[in-house]
C-alpha cells in the first residue's frame, strides 16, 4: 500500500464501554496525528459495539471503521485479526496503535504479519521525528529505555497501560463513522468459547491504585500477606506481589508485578521483603514514591525506593498498621 495517512486506534470495549486503555492510546493517537497532519482513525470491532463510537469521537477519533456483527462478540482470534486487517486496509493509515492488553499482544503481532510490518510491543513513549515514529521500549528488565523505528508501512506499537494521558472528553466533537462489513467465515473461527467464569475481585484494582503494598518472599507466609492486605485496606489500596511470593504460595498470581506480572503506577508503593529483582521493578517504572522495607543493606530495592528501612518488616509493618488504624480512628 502506498500514500498512508492518519494514526488507526484499534479500540478495545470492557462492560459494555470504551475500555481505558482505548482512551489513553487515542490521546497518544491525536498527539501524533497533529503533529503530522493527519486524522486519528478508530477501528471499532465487537457485537453491539457502533453506539460506541461517538465515545471514540468525543475521545479524538476523526473518523471510527465499526465492524459489528455477531462473530465478534467475544475476542477470539481468528475473528479479530481479519477484521482489524480488513479495516488497516481500508483506512490505510500510517500509524496503528493498540493497547498493551491480552487483545493488544495477541491482537499486535498477528496484524503486523498480515500487513507485512513489525510491531514495537509495550511502549511506554511515542513520538515523531523526521515524520517518522520514534517508539521508546523497556529493555533491560526495566534498566534502559531503547528508542526504535520501523522502515515499514504501517508503524505499529501496542501502548503500556497508563503510559498516556487520554484527552478531556468533548461530546461536541464531530467524526465520521463507517460501518465495514466482517465478512469472516464462521469455519475459519477455530476455538469455541463455552463457558466464562469472571474472577470476584475483592477491593480496588492493582492497576488503579493509589497506593499498593508489595510483598516479596521475605514476608515468609500466607498470614503475613494478610497483615499487608489489612494494612492496604486501610489505606484504601490494593496489595502487590513478586513472583517468588506468588511461587511460594503466599498470594495469588493476579497480584503479580513486573515483566511477567502486572504494571502499576501508584503514588505509593510499600515494597516489604521484596530484594528489587529488575523483572519486578520492571512493572514500577510509573510509581512516584517507593518506600522499602528489608533487613538486608545491600538489597537492591535500596536503590530505588525514596525511603528505606533496614530492618525485619515485622519490626516496622505491626507498629506502622496499628499507627494508621489510630489515625484513622482519630
Ligand atoms: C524471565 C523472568 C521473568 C520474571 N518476571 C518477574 C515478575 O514479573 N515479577 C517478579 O516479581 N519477579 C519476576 N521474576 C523473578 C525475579 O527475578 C525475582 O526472582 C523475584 O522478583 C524475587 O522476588 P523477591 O524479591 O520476593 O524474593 P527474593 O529475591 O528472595 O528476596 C526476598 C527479600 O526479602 C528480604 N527479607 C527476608 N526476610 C525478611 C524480613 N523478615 N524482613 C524484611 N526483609 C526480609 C531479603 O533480604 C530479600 O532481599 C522473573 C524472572 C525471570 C527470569
Given at each position: 500500500?502506498?500514500?498512508?495517512?492518519?494514526?488507526?486506534?484499534?479500540?478495545?470495549?470492557?462492560?459494555?464501554?470504551?475500555?481505558?486503555?482505548?482512551?489513553?492510546v487515542l490521546g497518544a493517537a491525536r498527539r501524533l496525528a497533529d503533529g503530522l497532519g493527519q486524522p486519528v482513525?478508530?477501528?471499532?470491532?465487537?457485537?453491539?459495539?457502533?453506539?460506541?463510537?461517538?465515545?471514540?469521537?468525543?475521545?479524538g477519533a476523526d473518523k471510527v471503521y465499526v465492524v459489528d456483527a455477531p462473530i465478534l462478540a467475544e475476542y477470539?482470534?481468528?475473528?479479530?485479526?481479519?477484521?482489524?486487517?480488513?479495516?488497516?486496509?481500508?483506512?490505510?493509515?500510517?500509524?496503528?496503535?493498540?493497547?498493551?492488553?491480552?487483545?493488544?499482544?495477541?491482537?499486535?503481532?498477528?496484524?503486523?504479519?498480515?500487513?507485512?510490518?513489525?510491531?514495537?510491543?509495550?511502549?511506554?513513549?511515542?513520538?515523531?521525528?523526521?515524520?517518522?515514529?520514534?517508539?521508546?521500549?523497556?529493555?533491560?528488565?526495566?534498566?534502559?529505555?531503547?528508542?526504535?523505528?520501523?522502515?515499514?508501512?504501517?508503524?505499529?506499537?501496542?501502548?503500556?497501560?497508563?503510559?498516556?494521558?487520554?484527552?478531556?472528553?468533548?461530546?461536541?466533537?464531530?467524526?465520521?463513522?463507517?460501518?465495514?462489513?466482517?465478512?469472516?467465515?464462521?469455519?475459519?473461527?477455530?476455538?469455541?468459547?463455552?463457558?466464562?467464569?469472571?474472577?470476584?475481585?475483592?477491593?480496588?484494582?492493582?492497576?488503579?491504585?493509589?497506593?499498593?503494598?508489595?510483598?516479596?518472599?521475605?514476608?515468609?507466609?500466607?498470614?503475613?500477606?494478610?497483615?499487608?492486605?489489612?494494612?492496604?485496606?486501610?489505606?484504601?489500596?490494593?496489595?502487590?506481589?513478586?513472583?517468588?511470593?506468588?511461587?511460594?504460595?503466599?498470594?495469588?498470581?493476579?497480584?503479580?508485578?513486573?515483566?511477567?506480572?502486572?504494571?502499576?503506577?501508584?503514588?505509593?508503593?510499600?515494597?516489604?521483603?521484596?530484594?528489587?529483582?529488575?523483572?519486578?521493578?520492571?512493572?514500577?517504572?510509573?510509581?512516584?514514591?517507593?518506600?522499602?522495607?528489608?533487613?538486608?543493606?545491600?538489597?537492591?530495592?535500596?536503590?530505588?525506593?525514596?525511603?528505606?528501612?533496614?530492618?525485619?518488616?515485622?519490626?516496622?509493618?505491626?507498629?506502622?498498621?496499628?499507627?494508621?488504624?489510630?489515625?484513622?480512628?482519630?
Amino acid at each position: 500500500m502506498a500514500n498512508e495517512s492518519g494514526v488507526l486506534v484499534i479500540a478495545e470495549t470492557a462492560d459494555g464501554a470504551v475500555a481505558g486503555i482505548t482512551l489513553e492510546v487515542l490521546g497518544a493517537a491525536r498527539r501524533l496525528a497533529d503533529g503530522l497532519g493527519q486524522p486519528v482513525q478508530a477501528a471499532l470491532l465487537g457485537q453491539g459495539v457502533e453506539p460506541l463510537a461517538q465515545a471514540l469521537i468525543a475521545a479524538g477519533a476523526d473518523k471510527v471503521y465499526v465492524v459489528d456483527a455477531p462473530i465478534l462478540a467475544e475476542y477470539q482470534t481468528d475473528a479479530f485479526v481479519p477484521a482489524a486487517e480488513k479495516v488497516c486496509r481500508e483506512a490505510n493509515p500510517s500509524i496503528v496503535l493498540l493497547g498493551q492488553t491480552d487483545v493488544g499482544r495477541d491482537l499486535g503481532p498477528r496484524l503486523a504479519f498480515r500487513l507485512g510490518t513489525a510491531v514495537a510491543m509495550d511502549c511506554l513513549d511515542l513520538a515523531i521525528s523526521g515524520g517518522r515514529l520514534v517508539m521508546t521500549r523497556a529493555c533491560y528488565g526495566g534498566n534502559a529505555n531503547a528508542q526504535h523505528t520501523c522502515k515499514a508501512m504501517p508503524q505499529m506499537a501496542t501502548v503500556r497501560v497508563k503510559s498516556q494521558e487520554p484527552l478531556a472528553p468533548d461530546a461536541s466533537r464531530q467524526g465520521q463513522v463507517i460501518k465495514v462489513a466482517a465478512d469472516i467465515d464462521p469455519a475459519a473461527v477455530r476455538t469455541k468459547i463455552t463457558d466464562r467464569r469472571k474472577v470476584e475481585a475483592e477491593g480496588i484494582r492493582l492497576e488503579d491504585a493509589e497506593v499498593i503494598v508489595g510483598g516479596g518472599r521475605g514476608v515468609g507466609s500466607l498470614e503475613g500477606f494478610q497483615t499487608l492486605t489489612e494494612l492496604a485496606d486501610l489505606m484504601k489500596g490494593a496489595v502487590g506481589s513478586t513472583r517468588a511470593a506468588c511461587d511460594a504460595g503466599f498470594c495469588s498470581v493476579a497480584t503479580q508485578i513486573g515483566l511477567t506480572g502486572k504494571v502499576v503506577s501508584p503514588a505509593l508503593y510499600i515494597a516489604v521483603g521484596i530484594s528489587g529483582a529488575s523483572q519486578h521493578m520492571a512493572g514500577l517504572s510509573g510509581a512516584k514514591n517507593i518506600v522499602a522495607i528489608n533487613k538486608d543493606p545491600e538489597a537492591n530495592v535500596f536503590r530505588y525506593c525514596r525511603y528505606g528501612i533496614v530492618s525485619d518488616w515485622k519490626a516496622v509493618v505491626p507498629t506502622f498498621l496499628s499507627k494508621v488504624r489510630q489515625l484513622k480512628a482519630g
